[in-house]
């Protein structure tokens, strides 16, 4: 199997070598012994919309228009129709201003808040279920080999996970090839950047396939369907509570995918099975080939 998905192809690609994103930190190991390692740098971005302020989010810092744009989206708070007519971010105050022709007041809205199961602290506002009970996803299909190379290729991708850990990503692709991959403290920051991108970009989500490293949960389910992506892989588990939800939306969910394992608990219709499992590498093989090498 050919592999030409380089970090170049990405159209934005993790940065864990930006200075601003992981820091030093000294300590001693096992033995007592000296130790330096990286960590993950958190920072609070406090969000504006018009003069309204909606949410403090706790990011690394990356890309702040784009996470600004997709929570407003995720959160229905911005219209796909709506015309933004400027994002502000300043660096300083630690806050970002996306401001619309439209007036908007979301008062009541805020009122109902929904602690989500993601890491730093995920927030929604307002119905759960609005997202679901009007979407019609696309029924393109996915084919298993395309799984398998977007798995070789994100998981040989540098990124701050690898230099770090700490920290999950999201990765936006079409058919074999990973397009966009966000990197954030919380999954929900992550995705919600891959939906400022493609607002911002004007990109087709019939087309896509999303990939995260975090768990299956109704969240992710739910802001996966508001893109209109119509399937949702991860290397992580599910919730019961977001299987039944894809189900009800018509979502094709994968998860535990591993080497050459994987589960489908909603939208197998979507899936192609044209992988020959026997040039896929077990990932317990890989694991007990690495030691031997380092015995």
Known sequence: MKDDTKLGSFLVAPQPDDPRLTETVTGVDENGAPAEISVVVERPLTLYLNAQEIVTMMTIGDHPDLLALGYLLNQNMLLPEDEV?????????????????????????????VLTSGCAQGTTF???????????LPKTEVRTSWLYRLQNAINTTPSIYLKAGAIHGCVLCEEDRPLVYMEDVGRHNAVDKIAGWMY????????????????????????????????LISRSGFTAWGVDLARKAGLTLIGRMRGKRFVILAGKDRVVFDQNLSYVEDEAAKSRRKGSDED
């Open 85 to 113: 007519t400027g994002v502000d971010y300043d660096e300083d105050l630690s806050v970002v201003v996306v401001r619309t022709e439209r007036k908007t007041n979301y008062e009541e809205k805020l009122k109902k808040r």
């Open 126 to 136: 307002g119905s759960l279920m609005e997202a679901i009970e009007t979407v019609e």
């Open 200 to 231: 911002r970009e004007k990109v087709d989500p019939g087309t896509k396939i999303f990939y995260t490293t975090g768990r299956l949960t109704s969240e992710m389910v739910i802001k996966t369907v508001r893109m209109g992506i119509p399937t």
